[in-house]
């Protein structure tokens, strides 16, 4: 099968190494739990987004860009991922972001968008859902006029060119899982646009993975996101001949862990944040790898995957987004309680 592949820069610390969760894996008796740290793709720009940024901002340049528009939540990683990048090619970032500015300091990413003097458009939830095509429209419109030009960026970076950085991903983790000799059974990731399983979907057919994919979402339904990532899956097909017969039983999503919705926390989850980072040195996010890795284990829990089993979580970064919860999280409690709730439940040994 011959590989298409659309010209990239290179944005991103890569690769970014696998290791074991040694000390989860023994506390929780199996799966065999290992990691996938994208979340050190970078410092300022870490996480996943910078893999689908080389991607779009090599489009952009190549259109002539100056101008990057694209949207998000108020804590959006990719929003803020995308302000840095732009920077540093000498582009112009402008955020639209879902929500209301805060009253005082903002925090997390909001912060680093105002440090990096993005400019920023801040949109009401229904405007965002239900107008956010005119609003990217009447942007471009606005530099256009002043004889700038803008290149717009979907959310997440989730389209048929932004995905690619998980194809070139997948590519990285089957050499690296070969030259280390190590076995997964299943790669775990958190849904949030889409644009990362698509990718990984594309490159596990592309580069003969052998490992089922597995996606948790944070927003939205399972329903929905097969949808969204079976139109990226078949826009990739379409611009870049890659027949590659993936269909909508491939997009396994297990639904269940939003929770109180996109970017709003648990105490449950929060607890479970906090009892990583003391027993694996391992920090998640509130928003996508700490609900992920709450319905994780919350599966393993259920059975859904034997003590033989060798799982790989992508971790996609988030760090930043983290500070903005920092008055939720419960600091002063002793060893990781969370974790404990979960320690050698029984499961099935094949």
């Known amino acids: 099968m011959r590989e ?25 008796g199996g799966p065999e739990i290992w990691i996938k740290r994208d979340d050190l793709t970078g410092c300022a720009a870490s996480g996943n987004k910078v893999r689908k940024l080389e991607f779009l901002l090599a489009d952009a340049l190549r259109q002539g ?9 108020l804590q959006s990683n990719h929003a803020r991922a995308t302000a840095v990048m732009a920077r540093r ?29 993005a400019e920023l458009t801040f949109v009401t939830e229904k405007e965002y859902r239900e107008h956010l095509d005119e609003i990217f429209a009447e942007v471009r419109r606005k530099y256009e006029a002043s004889g700038r030009r803008a290149y717009l960026i979907p959310e997440g970076g989730s389209n048929e060119l932004g995905a690619f950085g998980y194809v070139r991903t997948t590519r990285e983790i089957v050499e690296q899982l070969r030259l280390e000799r190590i076995r997964v059974d299943f ?8 644009g990362t399983l698509a990718g990984l979907l594309l490159g596990k057919r592309l580069y003969s993975l052998d490992a089922e994919i597995l996606g948790i979402n944070v927003c939205e339904t399972a329903e929905y996101f097969q949808d969204r990532i079976m139109g990226i899956v078949r826009a990739m097909a379409e611009r870049y001949h890659l027949g590659l017969g993936i269909t ?49 284990l919350d599966q393993i829990r259920r059975g859904r995957f034997s003590k033989k089993d060798r799982v790989l979580f992508l971790h996609t970064g988030g760090l930043f987004g983290l500070f903005a919860k920092r008055d939720q999280i419960r ?16 499961r099935p040994e094949a």
């Open 187 to 194: 790669i775990v990731t958190a849904v949030g646009s889409g």
């Open 89 to 117: 090619l000498g582009l112009l970032p402008h955020l639209i972001l879902r929500g209301n500015p805060p009253a005082g300091t903002p925090d997390g990413n909001l912060f680093l968008d105002g440090l990096l003097g």
């Open 331 to 346: 600091l002063d409690v002793e060893g990781t309680p969370s974790l404990e709730s979960w320690r050698h439940q029984q």
């Open 65 to 73: 860009a100056d101008v990057v528009v694209t949207c998000g939540g």
């Open 248 to 296: 909508r039983e491939d997009v396994k999503i297990i639904d269940g862990y939003v929770g109180l919705g996109y970017a709003e926390s648990r105490p449950e989850e929060l607890d479970l944040i906090r009892d990583v980072s003391r027993l694996e040195g391992i920090i998640l996010d509130p928003v996508y790898t700490g609900k992920a890795v709450f319905g994780l």
């Open 4 to 28: 298409h592949v659309p010209p990239r820069l290179s944005l991103a610390q890569t690769p970014t190494p696998i290791h074991k969760l040694s000390h989860l894996t023994e506390l929780l």
